[in-house]
């Protein structure tokens, strides 16, 4: 572990170093292309000095679209042959919160660990390092303390901007000569997390699946719109479908693309024969809730939810997920 203190300029040639051998992202301010005009958004871009990254805001999308593109060319085919796409074999550094450090770990369970590995997925995982970004208070509807993610260890390097001060922390040798930081005076450096949210959630022990008779569920059915935003900005979603594109000169030709989905939107439970398995969007609420808090649990051991809130801030309706989940004690009781 090595501590640095030095001044921006400074640390923006140690970036120079580094984009020697890393494409760099982090999340970084797009003036004009939020919802209105004259407003902007936080999402994941490539960054070339510190100027660019955006500590004092949330991402509005997470990390997750490097590691795991929006759409994603898996293979192209002819009449005779298939040729899996080439992929980008750059070595990635990802600035990233706390929160968001322990969804990768969500990730690599679901696409490494859960019974097959995921070819497309481990090749950009297998080349991205994370260096996280101190949180020294909580964003809007964050709940990552009760989460258990507010804080994390198992990262690459360490980084907190203070005024025109940069503290870094690495604990990667092999970023350490990357950067070339061997000869630079070291100090200590303490990572600064946020140990307090104002939104606070409580998952009740008795949860069970008699959940699902619960009436609470009817509530999100006249509510919800099925537009599928809050999977789309989770760190933790991982559904995809899959769209065969045909070229309009060979039409025997053509590229399997893998492209997000999600369980909230109408169709995506559609089955041959009409069938659905959850056709109201009560249901699909249920079932996205249940897997964050209760499923993956069961059977890895700890929630899929970090408490990062973004479902809150993105919903157009304004349902709150940290909210549902306070519903679930008296759900409990009443299907008691």
Partial sequence: MMGLIMARANFNEVLEELAKKYVIYAPKKYEGEGTFSDTHRVRYGEIKCIEEIEFNEKSSFSYKEVLLPITQTLFFFTETEVKEASMNEQNLLIFLRSCDLHAVRRLDEIYLRNGFEDIYYKKFREKAKFVVMGCEKSFNNCFCVDMGTNTCDHYEAYIHLAEDQVAFDIKCEELLSDAKLKAMETTEVTPKFVTENPVHVEIPEKLDLRII??????????????????????????????????????????????????????????????????????????????????????????????????????????????????????????VE
């Fill in 213 to 334: 008779y619960s009436d609470m569920w009817e509530e999100y059915s006249e509510r919800c719109i099925a537009c599928g935003r809050c999977n789309f900005v989770c760190p933790t979603c991982t559904c995809f479908t899959m769209q065969d594109i045909f070229y309009q000169d060979n039409h025997k030709c053509g590229e399997r693309r893998r492209v997000w989905a999600s369980c909230q939107v109408n169709g995506y439970t559609d089955m041959a024969g009409g069938h659905k398995f959850r056709e109201n969007k009560g249901q699909r609420m249920r079932f996205k809730v249940m897997h964050k808090i209760y499923d993956f649990k069961k059977r890895n051991g700890y929630h899929m939810c970090v408490g990062c809130g973004r479902c809150d801030d993105v919903c157009p309706e304004y349902i709150s997920f940290s909210n549902c989940i306070n519903k679930l004690g008296k759900a409990m009781d009443e």
